[in-house]
């Protein structure tokens, strides 16, 4: 299946983006940890430029902490500064420290005058990578817009919270993927839209991947035999292990292709990391 997908609104917000560079001191980059890679929207890179940057490992309750790591020793490598999150936690004051820290040559030549100044920030990211969730737990009230679905954050919001002004902009991807394993791990995240896609092919493509990447987290969920290699088979032994049946007992694909992404979405499927950082799958240098 070829995926793509770059609704109007989005060239809107590159623009809009662009247009308030001037106005920030820093950008926060929200990734999903489960795709870092793909998170990684070249469209972005002019806005990086001569500015500071937070990258924000989001959803880290959704992997393996050692696969984590790998991340994380990556990035120090790279010396781009990170902080971990769980943005559904409530909790993410790390962000607003680690944003202080980036930022803290501005803060010390202010102090010194025995002046105190606020802090701007613009927060960036692709889709459904929890940007405004993050926020909202980070000014401790729900504020920004949010939602489980790509698109819900469509205009600029500033929100401020211990000298901090964060302005929340909408997920964006790029015009054209030119990898489409790329694509695909967005769309399993839930970064593209589910009704521009065939949710049977998907959920066969991501089944392809999980029956060599995490092959006993399937087994395990859906208690399965573990005997077939076919897809086509695992994903009807699936819908018939839960009942999703059609009559003639056909499998219902609908229901089971659904199920089983948002399974993964929800990390009921356990803790899977789609992407490493081996040699080609490095976040660029920006």
Same mark, same amino acid.
């Given at each position: ?10 060239? #809107?917000?590159? +623009? ?19 795709? =870092?890679?793909?998170c990684?929207?070249?469209?972005? !890179?002019?806005?990086l430029?001569? #500015?500071? =940057?937070?990258?924000?490992? !989001? ?8 696969d984590?790591?790998?991340w994380?020793?990556?990035?120090k ?15 993410c004051?790390q ?6 820290? =980036?930022?803290?040559?501005k ?16 927060v ?6 929890g ?14 817009v ?17 000298n ?11 015009? #054209?993927?030119?990898?489409q ?10 970064s ?10 998907l959920?066969?493509d ?6 060599k ?9 859906y208690?399965l ?16 292990? +839960? @009942? ?7 499998p ?8 089983i ?8 499927? @356990? #803790?899977i ?12 240098e !920006?």
């Amino acid at each position: 299946m070829n995926i793509q997908w770059f609704p109007g609104h989005m060239t #809107k917000a590159i +623009r809009m983006m662009e247009e308030n560079l001037r106005l920030v001191d820093a950008l926060i980059y929200v990734i999903d940890a489960r795709a =870092v890679y793909s998170c990684d929207n070249p469209l972005f !890179n002019k806005l990086l430029q001569g #500015k500071k =940057v937070l990258y924000v490992f !989001n959803k880290c309750d959704l992997v393996d902490k050692d696969d984590l790591a790998l991340w994380c020793e990556e990035f120090k490598r790279q010396g781009k500064p990170f902080v971990k999150a769980i943005g559904t936690s409530g909790d993410c004051s790390q962000i607003v420290a680690g944003l202080k820290q =980036v930022v803290s040559d501005k803060i010390e030549k202010y102090a010194a005058k025995g002046a105190k100044i606020s802090v701007r920030a613009m927060v960036v990211g692709v889709p459904n990578s929890g940007k405004s969730t993050i926020i909202n737990a980070m000014v401790k009230k729900a504020k920004a817009v949010t939602g489980d679905r790509p698109g819900v954050t469509r205009g600029k919001q500033w929100l401020s919270i211990d000298n901090v002004d964060f302005l929340d902009t909408p997920g964006t991807l790029w015009g #054209k993927f030119e990898d489409q394993k790329v694509a695909h791990h967005l769309a399993y995240i839930g970064s593209i839209r589910d009704d521009i896609l065939d949710e049977s092919e998907l959920a066969f493509d991501f089944l392809d991947e999980m029956k060599k990447l995490y092959p006993q987290n399937l087994i395990d969920r859906y208690n399965l035999s573990g005997e077939s290699d076919d897809t086509i088979a695992l994903f009807e032994e699936i819908a018939m292990a +839960r @009942g999703f049946k059609l009559k003639g007992n056909q499998p219902d694909y609908d229901r089971t292709a659904k199920m089983i992404i948002d399974e993964f979405r929800k990390g009921k499927l @356990g #803790k899977i990391m789609l992407e490493k950082p081996k040699a080609k799958l490095v976040l660029k240098e !920006n």
